[in-house]
């Protein structure tokens, strides 16, 4: 029976070459020039700082201009609020989503049962999803209509079986 999984995946190889490309920017360009803006890497999660408020802001978007050129979905960041550090410094930490969580996963489900294509059936295995299905256009046909609906996190399709 022709399969395929649904899954929520981030390049951390990719989010870490952008963070490096970001702080390089943000040391060359002139309107960066003392504000010491920097974004720190950890696990899932970045951290950036500036002098201002202003600056952070600035700093963020570079960052998401990286990300787009490396061809990282935006969905994948849930930045937090924007935080005061010591001597009027501002801080902001960015967490990197990744994985379909329970509820997502629920939802996801429920959508492909109210598609109602025949002989389709979906079943969540940890963080992501099987969808099996008697045809091959079947599948193809639930591919299409995920990519038409926004989750609010990117899907990619993989494992795609005959």
């Known amino acids: 029976m022709p399969s395929f999984d649904i899954v929520s995946e981030i390049d951390l190889q990719e989010v870490k070459n952008a963070v490096d490309q970001a702080n390089r920017e943000a040391t060359t360009r002139f309107d960066f020039k003392g504000t010491e803006s920097a974004i720190d890497v950890g696990d899932l999660e970045l951290t950036l700082s500036s002098s201002t408020e202003d600056r952070l802001r600035a700093h963020y978007q570079v960052l998401e201009e990286k990300l787009v050129k490396r061809q990282v979905s935006l969905k994948s960041l849930d930045p937090g609020k924007i935080e005061e550090a010591s ?76």
């Open 87 to 162: 001597r009027g410094a501002a801080r902001q930490k960015v967490k990197l989503r990744a994985g379909i969580d329970q509820d997502l996963a629920k939802q996801l489900n429920r959508f492909i049962k109210e598609a109602q294509i025949k002989g389709i059936t979906s079943q969540t295995q940890g963080d992501q999803i099987r969808v099996t299905g008697k045809k091959r256009d079947d599948l193809q046909e639930v591919i299409a209509a995920c990519k038409g609906h926004d989750f609010g996190i990117p899907l990619q399709f993989t494992n795609f079986r005959d």
